[in-house]
């Protein structure tokens, strides 16, 4: 018995998380079964991880406050609790799960479910897909031969347009600020709603990482300029709240 082949490009839109998912697949052989056990992964993701649901895993934590520890819990909770302390020592305090004095690892927990829902596709045979999770992208290879993907920052002070455009394969972009979701980031080193970037963009290869130092170099202001400049291998495009905007050195 033969399998019918997917047609190319293999798409699927999915509301999650509270945001929208979009998949492009362009690898032969990559099934929409395979795609299924994508999505079903990402709504695990949601029932375990959401701070909006009072059953979630993260939900029973955060409830029996911040000197409760993973131990009893899930391999994949220890896991994300464990990322987000070193996140926190990484970036001086600037990410933390318990930011607002309760925990909340959102801020690497989408990021978490893209990149690992992009190592599934690829372990089912893709070489060639592009993940979208409210704006924060994980790209595999390129679109098409000598063809690479185009990733658009969308500009937070003029809804509807793109501020840049991000060419290249195999990275990842996640952007923090207020196109998406409107002011949610809070700087758990001052104590206060950060004041300086309307939106941070980090560049980098692993999106989970990307999306929790976009956080941080939201929340540090003026300050991550420098911060960005001393990571290996990440690279930024920030617009402050005046419009000005800031490239780091490796980005044209």
């Excluded at 909340?104 to 990149?115: L, N, Q, R, T």
């Excluded at 195999?170 to 002011?183: C, N, Q, W």
Aim: charged share 20%; glycine share 10%; net charge negative.
């Amino acid at each position: 018995m033969t399998t019918k082949a997917a047609a190319l490009p293999l798409r699927r839109v999915e509301e999650c998380m509270g945001t929208v998912f979009s998949f492009d697949v362009r690898a032969a052989g990559v099934e929409s079964a395979d795609l299924e056990e994508v999505v079903d992964w990402l709504h695990w993701v949601d029932a375990n991880f959401s701070t909006y649901r009072s059953d979630s895993a993260i939900s029973r934590l955060a409830a029996l406050g911040r000197a409760r520890t993973a131990d009893g819990c899930r391999e994949e909770v220890r896991h994300v609790l464990a990322r987000c302390e070193e996140l926190r020592e990484a970036t001086n305090g600037y990410f933390d799960a318990y930011a607002t004095g309760r925990l909340d690892p959102s801020g690497y927990v989408k990021g978490w479910a893209i990149e690992r829902a992009s190592d599934m596709l690829i372990e089912r045979g893709s070489t060639r897909h592009c993940i979208n999770g409210g704006g924060d992208v994980q790209v595999i290879g390129g679109q098409a031969h000598c063809e690479p993907w185009q990733i658009g920052i969308a500009h937070p002070l003029h809804p509807g347009t793109l501020a840049a455009v991000i060419v290249g394969d195999d990275l990842a972009v996640a952007t923090s600020g207020s196109a998406e979701r409107g002011t949610h980031i809070f700087d758990p080193v001052a104590r206060a709603e950060p004041g300086y970037w309307s939106s941070v963009t980090l560049v980098g290869r692993r999106i989970a990482e990307c999306d929790a130092y976009a956080t941080a170099a939201f929340a540090m202001g003026e300050a991550a300029m420098d911060w960005v400049e001393s990571l290996a291998g990440y690279e930024a495009f920030a617009i402050a709240v005046t419009g000005r905007t800031w490239a780091s050195s490796g980005l044209s």
